[in-house]
């Protein structure tokens, strides 16, 4: 089973800045098989990127992915106040599917 | 539009059973693989369960293998998942998801209901 570990737990950070953080995989992720969620409170998941850097439908493109291997980035280039949530990675390379424990990205 | 409706959730005693349903709407049910996944409270979501698009084939969560099954009926456009032996772990809110498949790829989660609370508890 892959283990997905992201980094930080939590971002504090201001509308307008920009956000990045990792998730990295404990052995290469299949083709670039990783996925990015958001999350609300209260609220399922919803996907924002896949392929590592392909945008889902209707995703601002202030949200980017990037990376490969083991070694994966989400940045959001310009934090707006609904962008404050949960961040989850998860690999489909290889199965069991598995996510990553979050990135909670917070109101600095 | 897709919509997902999970029902089924609630309390119940460990041990006991219980089976939650995922309607589906917006999209042709048959032609989409579909997915179970948790999140117990206050943490993060955990894969449980997929099945392909004419129910041919399953995969489980080890954590879960055995205890859990999940079904479909592609006439009704429902997704089951039938909870045997339950344990005060499987306690979560409870997510169907459509998979991607070709248009994202086979593993990811597209389109997401709104979950369905179990609790086990004596």
């Known amino acids: 089973e892959i283990v997905l570990t992201q980094s930080p737990g939590t971002l504090s950070l201001s509308p307008g800045e920009r956000a990045t953080f990792s998730c990295r995989a404990s052995?290469?992720?299949?083709?670039?098989?990783l996925a990015w969620y958001q999350q609300k409170p209260g609220q399922a998941p919803r996907l924002l990127i896949y392929?590592?850097?392909s945008r889902a439908t209707d995703i601002t493109d202030r949200f980017s992915g990037s990376g490969s291997g083991t070694d994966f980035t989400l940045t959001i280039s310009r934090l707006e106040p609904e962008d404050f949530a949960m961040y989850y990675c998860?690999?489909?390379?290889?199965?069991?599917?598995?996510f990553g424990q979050g990135t909670k990205v917070e109101i600095k | 539009q897709v919509q997902l409706v999970e029902s089924g959730g609630g309390v119940v005693q460990p041990g006991r059973s219980l089976r939650l349903s995922c309607v589906a709407s917006?999209?042709?049910?048959?032609?989409?693989?579909m997915h179970w996944v948790r999140q117990a409270p206050g943490k993060g979501l955990e894969w449980v369960a997929d099945?392909?698009?004419?129910?041919?084939?399953?995969h489980y969560a080890d954590s879960v293998k055995g205890r859990l099954t999940i079904s479909r009926d592609n006439s009704r456009n429902t997704l089951y998942l039938q909870m045997n032996s339950l344990r005060a772990e499987d306690t979560a809110v409870y997510y169907c998801?459509?998979?991607?498949?070709?248009?994202?790829?086979?593993?990811?989660?597209?389109?997401w209901g709104q979950g369905t609370l179990v609790t086990v508890s004596s």
């Open positions: 052995q290469s992720v299949n083709s670039r098989y």
């Open positions: 917006g999209f042709t049910f048959s032609n989409y693989g």
């Open positions: 998801a459509r998979d991607g498949g070709n248009d994202y790829g086979y593993g990811i989660g597209d389109h």
């Open positions: 099945i392909w698009y004419d129910g041919s084939n399953k």
């Open positions: 998860q690999q489909y390379g290889s199965s069991p599917w598995t």
């Open positions: 392929g590592a850097s």
